[in-house]
T-cell receptor
Framework: AQRVTQPEKLLSVFKGAPVELKCNYSYSGSPELFWYVQYSRQRLQLLLRHISRESIKGFTADLNKGETSFHLKKPFAQEEDSAMYYCALIKSYQLIWGAGTKLIIKP | ETGVTQSPTHLIKTRGQQVTLRCSSQSGHNTVSWYQQALGQGPQFIFQYYREEENGRGNFPPRFSGLQFPNYSSELNVNALELDDSALYLC??????????????FGPGTRLTVL
């Protein structure tokens, strides 16, 4: 069965420190993966998708098919990065979501 | 350009009742997806509507039903409410449907509490 796992419910790091939000998936076939973000009092929004291979707000994510992972990374955390982050994969028309990781950036 | 809107913001119902949630899609979008998000969980796909037809459905019972109107707005109806239906219901709109993925734009959600 297709599944997305985010092992950390909460991640707290200091401003300026590197950040890595973990995401593992199970999927038979070639997955298409996404990271969504929800800032406080805002709605869910797309942060990045693996096929575009972009860096958004300093975040990058590389699809590792061998480890079935799609970890989100940023070399230097900023306070405005504090938010809820969700990893998701697409199966046909539907998104399958992880449970999310709350990222707190300490000043 | 208007974003996705949902109504009502909050709703309290009792077990066994029926509820209708509404979603107005973003201008120019023809596809609406509905999700249920329980506390502390990620969203779970309920179903998707594309050009007024159900385009796919997640693992939800038939008492969850929907509609899409000619203006692409949508309703989610839940009959015979159960306590476990308490959740945040999210609507997302996008352009086009089918198996290809186009970015979904989310509404603020409707918080449903079933007592």
């Amino acid at each position: 069965a297709q599944r997305v796992t985010q092992p950390e419910k909460l991640l707290s790091v200091f401003k300026g420190a590197p950040v890595e939000l973990k995401c593992n998936y199970s999927y038979s076939g070639s997955p298409e993966l996404f990271w969504y973000v929800q800032y406080s009092r805002q709605r869910l929004q797309l942060l990045l998708r693996h096929i575009s291979r972009e860096s958004i707000k300093g975040f990058t994510a590389d699809l590792n098919k061998g480890e079935t992972s799609f970890h989100l990374k940023k070399p230097f955390a900023q306070e405005e990065d504090s938010a809820m982050y969700y990893c998701a994969l697409i199966k046909s028309y539907q998104l399958i979501w992880g449970a999310g990781t709350k990222l707190i950036i300490k000043p | 350009e208007t974003g996705v809107t949902q109504s009502p913001t909050h709703l309290i119902k009792t077990r066994g009742q029926q509820v209708t949630l509404r979603c107005s899609s973003q201008s120019g979008h023809n596809t609406v997806s509905w999700y249920q998000q329980a506390l502390g969980q990620g969203p779970q796909f309920i179903f998707q509507y594309y050009r007024e037809e159900e385009n796919g459905r997640g693992n939800f019972p038939p008492r969850f039903s929907g509609l899409q109107f000619p203006n692409y707005s949508s309703e989610l109806n839940v009959n015979a409410l159960e306590l476990d239906d308490s959740a945040l219901y999210l609507c997302a709109s996008s352009l086009s449907g089918g198996s290809s993925y186009n970015e979904q734009f989310f509404g603020p959600g409707t918080r449903l509490t079933v007592l």
